[in-house]
């Protein structure tokens, strides 16, 4: 047994040796090959190695040019799929959907022409249907059968205020400084709407009330307060409707600023009306305006000069010229001397006459003078009553007037001309 399995054995060794020479074998063949291949190909390298090169160049060149061309291949494609998706949908509604029932809220004023329109008569069957926008009726003009009626405009109230606001159109009461929330703001009814509710309702919105007039803060209930005074002043001033908005956005800004703090509240009301005037050159003093609001003087210059410091407001010094309008009309006097009186102003400005000198007292001389050339006399206590300055100003600058501008001669001959 021991022998047969050598045997065996043996054999098994001879075709194991002998497959592995004939792999080696092979191995060396296939390495002649490769070795024989490469050489072959480092020949044909070398010969064929210009012609390669100009075949890349051109390879290079149809590369690029496919590049440019086909983004707007692509393009082109979206635009097909495109136009189909547009188009395939149409095509489906037409054909498949039902057109819908438009209310009758939505119906125009001429529905007959209108082709989206689907609603019909319960009557008659017919699409010739209008609106009455004044009664708020949709009745058809077939058989005059009303559709439906009390119907409510859902479309916007355009307003327009001024000239100015034609081309930008908008909604509602127009935004105003003049009150605390700018005009936008609510209310939750007055006192004896709330009692005419039902006791269950009654409790219920006074107590929302309370708490509505509870949750505004300081800086609001400061501002409601001072611009209901500014609209009294106002009134009492005789002011434009633009010198009380400015002088409210003043106010506005020196509570904002805190500028309010430690005066009273009436003296930065009339300072921010002043220096509204001021700016629009509207002639209107200091005195004027504190003996109609019956407010302290002194208090109210302080106020007003803190207050366009820190604003950073320039106020420019009010000329005589700017007073003889006003002083005219109280006077009675006719355009001819008004236009005398500023022709003197502007001569006296020649000649330094203004400076230094207060421009109620001028206009008041100048109108005197100017009365005296052209034959409407008035004295001059009158003047000064009007004008709120004494005599002996008026006569002062009277004097001043007639010396530096040489006018004595002229007057004189006036005189007798007119005798």
């Given amino acids: 047994m021991i022998m047969a399995i050598r045997k065996l054995l043996k054999k098994k060794i001879k075709k194991v040796?002998?497959?592995k020479k004939t792999i080696s074998k092979a191995k060396k063949t296939?390495?002649?090959?490769?070795?024989a291949k490469k050489a072959a190909?480092?020949?044909?390298?070398?010969?064929?190695?210009?012609?390669?090169?100009?075949?890349?160049?051109?390879?290079?060149?149809?590369?690029?040019?496919?590049?440019?061309?086909?983004?707007?291949?692509?393009?082109?494609?979206?635009?097909?799929?495109?136009?189909?998706?547009?188009?395939?949908?149409?095509?489906?509604?037409?054909?498949?959907?039902?057109?819908p029932i438009i209310p009758a809220a939505t119906i125009s004023s001429d529905i007959s022409k209108e082709k989206s329109?689907?609603?019909?008569?319960?009557?008659?069957?017919?699409?010739?249907?209008?609106?009455?926008?004044?009664?708020?009726?949709?009745?058809?003009?077939?058989c005059g059968l009303v559709l439906d009626e009390n119907l409510v405009d859902i479309g916007q109230e355009w307003?327009?205020?001024?000239?100015?606001?034609?081309?930008?159109?908008?909604?509602?009461?127009?935004?105003?400084?003049?009150?605390?929330?700018?005009?936008?703001?609510?209310?939750?009814?007055?006192?004896?709407?709330?009692?005419?509710?039902?006791?269950?309702?009654?409790?219920?919105?006074?107590?929302?009330?309370?708490?509505?007039?509870r949750t505004s803060?300081?800086?609001?209930?400061?501002?409601?307060?001072?611009?209901?005074?500014?609209?009294?002043?106002?009134?009492?001033?005789?002011?434009?409707?633009?010198?009380?908005?400015?002088?409210?956005?003043?106010y506005n800004l020196a509570v904002r600023k805190g500028l309010v703090r430690g005066r009273s509240m009436e003296s930065v009301v009339v300072g921010a009306i002043y220096i509204a005037s001021r700016q629009f050159n509207l002639p209107r003093s200091l005195n004027e305006i504190c003996?109609?609001?019956?407010?302290?003087?002194?208090?109210?210059?302080?106020?007003?000069?803190?207050?366009?410091?820190?604003?950073?407001i320039k106020l420019l010094p009010s000329g005589p010229a700017d007073y003889i309008p006003k002083f005219a009309n109280k006077l009675g006097f006719s355009a001819s001397t008004q236009t005398k009186a500023l022709e003197i102003i502007k001569k006296s400005k020649e000649v330094e006459?203004?400076?230094?000198?207060?421009?109620?007292?001028?206009?008041?001389?100048?109108?005197?003078?100017?009365?005296?050339?052209?034959?409407?006399?008035?004295?001059?206590?009158?003047?000064?009553?009007?004008?709120?300055?004494?005599?002996?100003?008026i006569r002062n600058r009277y004097k001043e007037i007639i010396d530096r501008l040489e006018l004595k001669d002229e007057l004189e001959k006036l005189k007798k001309e007119r005798e």
């Fill in 117 to 142: 329109f689907i609603k019909r008569c319960p009557e008659c069957k017919s699409i010739n249907l209008s609106i009455d926008s004044k009664r708020g009726e949709v009745i058809c003009k077939n």
């Fill in 17 to 19: 040796s002998l497959k």
């Fill in 353 to 393: 006459l203004t400076s230094g000198r207060g421009p109620t007292g001028l206009a008041a001389a100048a109108l005197y003078v100017a009365s005296l050339m052209t034959g409407e006399k008035r004295t001059q206590r009158e003047i000064a009553d009007v004008v709120g300055v004494t005599e002996v100003t």
């Fill in 217 to 250: 803060t300081s800086l609001e209930r400061n501002l409601k307060y001072a611009l209901v005074e500014l609209k009294r002043i106002a009134s009492i001033l005789n002011i434009p409707v633009a010198i009380e908005e400015e002088a409210a956005r003043i």
């Fill in 291 to 312: 003996k109609l609001t019956g407010i302290n003087k002194r208090e109210v210059g302080k106020t007003y000069r803190f207050v366009a410091r820190e604003l950073g």
């Fill in 41 to 99: 190909s480092k020949k044909t390298k070398k010969v064929l190695r210009p012609k390669t090169k100009k075949v890349t160049k051109t390879k290079k060149a149809v590369r690029k040019v496919t590049k440019k061309t086909k983004p707007k291949t692509r393009a082109k494609k979206k635009e097909r799929r495109i136009s189909v998706k547009i188009i395939r949908p149409k095509e489906t509604k037409i054909a498949a959907i039902p057109a």
């Fill in 159 to 213: 307003r327009e205020f001024s000239g100015e606001e034609m081309g930008k159109r908008r909604a509602g009461a127009p935004l105003t400084m003049t009150k605390h929330d700018m005009g936008t703001g609510t209310q939750i009814g007055t006192s004896a709407e709330i009692y005419s509710l039902p006791s269950s309702q009654r409790r219920k919105m006074m107590r929302l009330k309370q708490w509505h007039d």
């Fill in 30 to 35: 296939i390495r002649k090959t490769i070795k």
